[in-house]
C-alpha cells in the first residue's frame, strides 16, 4: 500500500472549499463539534453513516488495519453483505482544526454517494457541492 495519496488526489482534496468563516477556520476540532458536522453532511448527502474516531474499534470493526497516515476512511461492509449504515473514521491526530475536518467529511461523504467516481475531478466537485450545501444551513452553535 502506498504511504500516501497520488498527488493529483492530495491537491484536489486540499482545494476543496470550507464554508466556515475565516475564523472559524483554524480553531481545534473537538468530539462533539464534529459529529455535528458530520450530520450535516449526512443531512445535505441523504446518506447517513456512523461517525467513529476510536481508530482501534474502526479496524476491529472493519477487519482493516488503520494506517496511519490516513486522515478519514468510509467501510461499507463486506461486498457480501453490505451495513445499511456505513462507518466513517475520522483520524484526530491528523485531522485537526475545522477546516480539516470539513475537507476529510466532505471527501468521504463524496465515497458514499457517488462510490464509482473514486478520485475523479467528477468526485471532487461533488465533495465541493456538499461542502456548499452544509455552509447552507444553520450555523454551529456557539
Known sequence: ???????????????LRSPL????????????????????????????????TDLAA?????????????????????KTGRLKVPLMAINLGLVTTREEADRALAHETMHLVVPSYGHKAAAFARAQLLLDQVGQLTTAPA
Open 1 to 15: 500500500m502506498a504511504d500516501r495519496a497520488h498527488p493529483v488526489t492530495e491537491q484536489r482534496h486540499a482545494d
Open 21 to 52: 468563516p475565516e475564523h472559524e477556520r483554524d480553531l481545534p476540532v473537538d468530539v462533539g463539534w464534529l459529529r455535528w458536522r458530520a450530520k450535516l453532511f449526512a443531512t445535505v448527502s441523504e446518506r447517513n453513516f456512523h461517525l467513529v
Open 58 to 78: 474502526y479496524a476491529s470493526i472493519s477487519g482493516m488495519p488503520y494506517l496511519s497516515h490516513y486522515a478519514a476512511q468510509v467501510y461499507l461492509g463486506p
